[in-house]
C-alpha cells in the first residue's frame, strides 16, 4: 500500500495541516498510520465530508440513510461520468465535490488500469466504512474483482456475502444487489443464481444509471450461453451450434450504437469487445477486427489495458495482432497482465465451478482447442485461423497431451 505524509494529502484535498493532522487523530481516515510525530496516510484514501457543509449536516441528521451518488448505480465507469477517451483522470478530479463517488469512480478506473492493489484498499475503505447501501455493495463488487486477480476463494465468498448483506430499502434496491451479484459471478462465468428477469433481458425495474451496466452483463451472458451452446455442454430448444453466437451480434450493434449516442465510453468497451469475439469465434474476422480496433483505440488514451487483458483468453492471437498495429508497448504489458490475472482467475473459476480448465495451454493452443470442440475439421480450423492443417494437428494433439482427454470433444472441458 503506498502512503503519502499529512503534508501531501493537506496539499491534496485543500486543506490545512492541522486539519488533516486532526482528522488523523480522531480516526477519520481510514488507515491512517502515526510515526513519532508525523502521520501517514494511504494515498487512495478520501477526504472525509466535511461536517459543515450540506452533505456533512445531512450525513449527521440522517446517518442510517443511505448516501446517494452521484448516479444511482454502482458502476459509475458505465455512465456518463466518463464519456470521451483520454479524460479519466479529469472525470475524477471533478467529482472532488462528492468524496465517495469520486472514490468508487477512481477504484473503478484503476480495475481498468489493472491496479489491483488500489483497488483492494478501496474495497476495503467502502467495507469499513459502511455508509450505506451504495458502499457496502460498491466495496463487495471491488473485493469480488481483487479476488479474481489474486485468485483468493476466501476473499471471494467474502465479497459475495458483503453484497447480499448490503442494507436494502425497497425492491429497486434488492434488484441492484442482484445485478450486482450478476455482475461479480459472470466475472467467472458463473451464470447459475441470475434472476429470471436478468436471464430474459428485462431491465425497465432499475435505474436508467444503471442500464448500461446491466446490458454488458447481459451481454456476457449471452455470450456465455452461446459458447456453451457450440460446445454441445447445453441445449436450447430450435438452437443448435452456432446459432445463438452468429445471431449474437443483432443483439449487440444497437447497444453499441445507443452508447455512442448516449456517450458511454466504458459499457462501449465492453460491448464492442463481446461482439468482437462471436464474430471472430464463428469466423467474421472483418467485422471482429472492426469492433476490436475501436475497442482498442477507446482503451489507449487513458491506458484502460484491463478489458484487453479480461477478453485476451478468448480472442487469442487475434487481439495481439490487432494491438500490435497500434501499440507494441501496451501489448507488452497487456501479455504480462494477462499472464497473472489468467493463473489467478483460472484458480478461482475451478475453485467455484468445479471446473479443470487449464493454464498451461498456450493461446493459439487454446483457440485452436476451442474451435475443434466446437466441431470443426482441421481445414476449416485453418482457413480460419489461416494457418497449415499441419499447425492445426500439432496444436489439438499438443493440447490433448496437456490435458489427458483422447477425443476432441473432450477439449471442451479444459478451455
Known amino acids: 500500500m503506498k ?22 487523530r480522531h480516526g477519520k481516515i481510514h488507515g491512517a498510520e502515526r510515526f513519532g510525530s508525523n502521520w501517514m496516510i494511504p494515498e487512495s484514501a478520501v477526504r472525509p465530508v466535511d461536517g459543515r457543509s450540506k452533505a456533512g449536516k445531512d450525513a449527521k441528521k440522517n446517518p442510517a440513510l443511505h448516501r446517494p451518488l452521484i448516479r444511482k448505480s454502482p458502476f459509475l465507469d458505465m455512465t456518463d461520468l466518463y464519456n470521451t477517451p483520454g479524460t479519466a483522470d479529469k472525470s475524477i478530479a471533478a467529482l472532488s465535490h462528492h468524496p465517495e463517488a469520486q472514490a468508487l469512480f477512481a477504484a473503478e478506473i484503476a480495475y481498468s488500469r489493472c491496479e489491483i492493489d488500489k483497488v483492494y484498499e478501496h474495497a476495503n475503505f467502502f467495507l469499513h ?20 486477480w489474486k485468485g483468493d476463494l476466501q476473499m471471494w465468498y467474502k465479497a459475495r456475502q458483503h453484497i447480499m448483506e448490503a442494507p436494502c430499502k425497497n425492491s429497486e434496491d434488492r434488484d441492484i444487489v442482484l445485478l450486482t451479484l450478476a455482475a461479480a459471478d459472470s466475472a467467472i462465468r458463473n451464470t447459475d443464481d441470475f434472476p429470471d428477469w436478468f436471464a430474459r433481458g428485462c ?21 456465455i450461453a452461446a459458447q456453451e451452446l457450440a460446445l454441445g455442454k447445453i441445449e436450447r430448444a430450435g438452437v443448435r451450434g452456432f446459432g445463438l453466437m452468429k445471431t449474437l451480434p443483432y443483439v449487440i450493434e444497437p447497444m453499441i450504437s445507443q452508447m455512442v449516442v448516449d ?25 471482429a477486427a472492426e469492433h476490436l480496433d475501436k475497442a482498442i483505440m ?50 478461482l473459476h475451478n475453485a467455484v465451478l468445479d471446473k479443470q480448465v487449464q493454464v498451461t495451454l498456450t493461446n493459439r493452443e487454446r483457440e485452436v482447442s476451442r474451435l475443434a470442440a466446437f466441431g470443426m475439421t482441421d481445414s476449416q480450423i485453418a482457413a480460419q485461423l489461416h494457418l497449415s492443417e499441419s499447425s492445426v494437428k500439432a496444436a489439438i494433439r499438443t493440447s490433448k497431451n496437456k490435458t489427458g482427454v483422447n477425443s476432441r470433444k473432450e477439449l471442451a472441458n479444459f478451455i
Open 263 to 287: 456517450k458511454v465510453i466504458m459499457a462501449e468497451i465492453y460491448l464492442r469487445l463481446c461482439i468482437s469475439i462471436a464474430y471472430h469465434q464463428y469466423g467474421d474476422d472483418m467485422h
Open 3 to 24: 502512503m503519502i505524509t499529512a503534508v501531501q494529502a493537506a496539499e491534496k484535498w485543500k486543506l490545512s495541516l492541522r486539519a488533516v493532522q486532526n482528522l488523523c
Open 298 to 347: 477507446l482503451c489507449l488514451p487513458d491506458r484502460l489495458y484491463g478489458p484487453l487483458v479480461e477478453h485476451r483468453t478468448q480472442l487469442g492471437p487475434f487481439l495481439d495482432d490487432r494491438l500490435a498495429m497500434v501499440d507494441q508497448e501496451a501489448l507488452r504489458q497487456v501479455k504480462v497482465l494477462h499472464k497473472q490475472l489468467h493463473a489467478n482467475w483460472t484458480r
Open 203 to 223: 431491465f425497465d425495474h432499475l435505474p436508467r444509471d444503471a442500464h448500461p451496466a446491466a446490458r454488458v452483463y447481459y451481454i456476457k451472458h449471452l455470450l
Open 129 to 148: 466504512s459502511h455508509s450505506g447501501f451504495y458502499a457496502v455493495i460498491s466495496g463487495g463488487l471491488l473485493l469480488s474483482l481483487s479476488a479474481m
